[in-house]
């Protein structure tokens, strides 16, 4: 169904997710991460997407790219790095990463990619 994807993990209240994203909008850091995932209705599915988000913590290109796929390959020290990023006294960068990523990591777009991207979007309120 999703071309070789495969949910690790359901958000559990996916009408909330797609509508509220269980965030303060007041935050400034919130809005930012929001429109990070605009492309793909708040769901984080691509790399480009993580490496934005990997922008927050680091500047260097060779840094960011770093961190995403050791984020992608589940390395634990990559995981506390964005554990370290507090967005607010209750929520942290992984917190936000984690409740994202559905899929369990990020890949490259591609037409296996857009499928999944549109089943996912239409599965789940795309016509909003």
């Known amino acids: ?3 070789g994807l495969v949910l690790t ?12 994203r269980h965030y303060d909008s007041k935050t400034a850091f919130y ?3 929001e ?3 605009k492309d793909s ?6 790399n480009y997407q993580l490496e934005r988000i990997c922008s927050l913590v680091y500047r260097k290109p060779d840094d960011i790219v770093s961190l995403r796929k050791n984020l992608n390959s589940r390395k ?3 995981w506390k790095i964005l554990e370290d990023f ?16 559905v899929f369990g990591f990020a890949k490259s777009p591609n037409i296996q990619g857009a499928r999944a991207l549109y089943e996912l979007i239409t599965l789940y309120g795309g016509d909003n």
């Open 41 to 46: 209705n708040g769901i984080l599915l691509w």
């Open 31 to 33: 809005g930012i991460l």
């Open 35 to 37: 429109s990070f995932l």
């Open 86 to 101: 507090k967005l607010d006294e209750k929520k942290t960068l992984r917190d936000f990463v984690e409740e994202r990523m």
């Open 76 to 78: 634990p020290y990559a």
């Open 1 to 3: 169904m999703y071309s």
């Open 9 to 20: 993990k359901m958000p559990k209240d996916i009408d909330s997710l797609m509508t509220n």
